[in-house]
T-cell receptor, first 111, second 115 residues
Framework: LAKTTQPISMDSYEGQEVNITCSHN???????ITWYQQFPSQGPRFIIQ???TKVTNEVASLFIPADRKSSTLSLPRVSLSDTAVYYC????????????FGTGTRLKVLA | SAVISQKPSRDICQRGTSLTIQCQVD?????MFWYRQQPGQSLTLIAT?????????ESGFVIDKFPISRPNLTFSTLTVSNMSPEDSSIYLC????????????FGQGTRLTVV
């Protein structure tokens, strides 16, 4: 299972775009990249998933370069409620969803 | 999407006792996972529970300490045995809902404090 590396923490201001980059140098051919958000006292919540290039949904965009050794979660115009821990995970969609969590990135949005 | 209910949501237990945590899913799932999240830390996978077979434990976790049951496709339990203060954590259940969906869903967790 590929290991991921993320910045431990980030600060941002309301209304700014936040980009969190994750490194996964040992990603396997079948692995997908998934990002989760966790608020205090809650379980992680799915944000977005991708395999390559760019994926966009109503809350975020995910940019994956051709070599897939990294990925960037982009949160447009963050608000105070986006303060949370963000986890980047890689896993084999065809097998188990045995996700191994890294440290995550603690995002703090300031007013 | 899968809705996961965990019980209890929190508990305070005496050292040396055991606590069983229940995880109920509103749909049938093949795989269920149990995680531990110590205060201020990331999630650590304890074991994978498949219906009809013994759970598969990750390194550092053993069946005697964390026995798991998986009696059917919608339910699992995790027991934290002979508890010590070091077992104080949040325990989370997770499920993979099937090949049509790529998300892994998580319960809200059980906050355990051992005194």
């Amino acid at each position: 299972l590929a290991k991921t590396t993320q910045p431990i923490s980030m600060d941002s201001y309301e209304g700014q775009e936040v980009n969190i980059t994750c490194s996964h140098n040992n990603i396997a051919t079948n692995d997908y990249i998934t990002w989760y958000q966790q608020f205090p006292s809650q379980g992680p919540r799915f944000i977005i998933q991708g395999y390559k290039t760019k994926v966009t949904n109503e809350v975020a965009s995910l940019f994956i370069p051709a070599d897939r050794k990294s990925s960037t979660l982009s949160l447009p115009r963050v608000s105070l409620s986006d303060t949370a821990v963000y986890y980047c995970l890689v896993g084999d969609q065809s097998g188990t969803y045995k996700y191994i969590f890294g440290t995550g990135t603690r995002l703090k949005v300031l007013a | 999407s899968a809705v996961i209910s965990q019980k209890p949501s929190r508990d305070i237990c005496q050292r040396g006792t055991s606590l069983t945590i229940q995880c109920q899913v509103d749909s049938q799932v093949t795989m269920m996972f149990w995680y531990r999240q110590q205060p201020g830390q990331s999630l650590t996978l304890i074991a994978t529970a498949n219906q009809g077979s013994e759970a598969t434990y990750e390194s550092g976790f053993v069946i005697d300490k964390f026995p798991i049951s998986r009696p059917n496709l919608t339910f699992s339990t995790l027991t934290v045995s002979n508890m010590s203060p070091e077992d104080s954590s949040i325990y989370l259940c997770s499920v993979e809902p099937g090949l049509e969906n790529t998300e892994a869903f998580f319960g809200q967790g059980t906050r355990l404090t051992v005194v």
